[in-house]
């Protein structure tokens, strides 16, 4: 299905839309766009009105409006989304990026979300090391104008099982992706979400205010970024439910994704 568009703080949102009945919107990763959710929203959208919306820079949506200047606004655009379509009320799911402002959206907003599914995500400030690691590789990306090879080889296998070949199709395809990425897309999208993501606050003991009967934490048994012990301490200050994906990393979804569909049909309510 064709992407559609939205206007938020004047710059263009591209989302998918597919599906009828309860609302249920997907969160996709830093880095991808909409369609990294299609295997599951092949099959949701039978069920569910489903609703993908893409990050500014990513995809089809424009570059970030000039007030995005912290997660904050990120998740208040995605509020604004919300409204832009009347959806009073939802499921979310999101993934890495996108549990990060869906779960700040399900604290400010209880009545918005009905389930909140955070997958292989971190609430928790970027460890200092990994955060000065991830601001030198954009860097790098900044000044090369590009995804040279020599990078693409560093941050393509972040994203995957780190010793078994799982979905090699959905690998190259992404490595040529990034290759693909234009000098302004990255300069004026890419990059300052990137500082902005890895640069988020903490918010782990905000947690705790997330209802833990409508809370789940899914990650990838072999997920790097997001590794299962963070998953663990997300749970511990919801004290809600967390499962491993099996065989997977950072894109559980993608690598091991009819697991990840059957859970979400699952758990998540349909409110026939």
Not at 76 to 98: K, Y
Not at 165 to 184: D, G, K, W, Y
């Amino acid at each position: 299905m064709s992407k559609q568009f939205v206007t938020i703080d004047g710059s263009r949102m591209a989302y998918i839309e597919e599906g009828h009945g309860f609302p249920l919107v997907l969160g996709h990763s830093y880095l991808w766009d909409a369609e990294m959710w299609r295997p599951q929203i092949n099959q949701l959208s039978r069920h569910f009105r489903v609703l993908v919306p893409e990050l500014w820079g990513h995809g089809d949506s424009e570059a970030p409006p000039e007030r995005t200047c912290d997660l904050n606004r990120v998740t208040r655009q995605h509020l604004a989304f919300l409204d832009a379509l009347s959806v009073d009320r939802c499921h979310l799911v999101g993934l890495s990026v996108g549990g990060m402002w869906g779960a700040q959206l399900a604290i400010e907003n209880p009545e918005r979300i009905d389930r909140l599914v955070l997958m292989d995500t971190y609430l928790g400030a970027e460890p200092p090391d990994t955060r000065d690691y991830y601001f030198k590789l954009l860097d790098a990306v900044a000044e090369a104008g590009q995804f040279t090879e020599d990078l693409r080889n560093i941050i393509v296998p972040m994203f995957f099982h780190p010793t078994q070949p799982t979905v090699p199709e959905i690998r190259e395809q992404f490595h040529q992706a990034l290759s693909n990425m234009n000098c302004a897309t990255i300069r004026d999208s890419l990059l300052p979400l990137g500082k902005l993501i890895f640069g988020r606050p903490d918010l782990l003991e905000r947690l705790s205010q997330l209802p833990a009967d409508r809370t789940i934490i899914l990650v990838g048994d072999q997920d790097r970024p997001r590794p299962p012990a963070e998953a663990n301490e997300m749970a511990r200050w919801i004290n809600c439910l967390a499962a491993q994906i099996p065989v997977s990393g950072h894109i559980s979804n993608l690598e091991n994704p009819q697991v990840v569909t059957d859970l979400l049909l699952n758990w998540l309510p349909r409110h026939y």
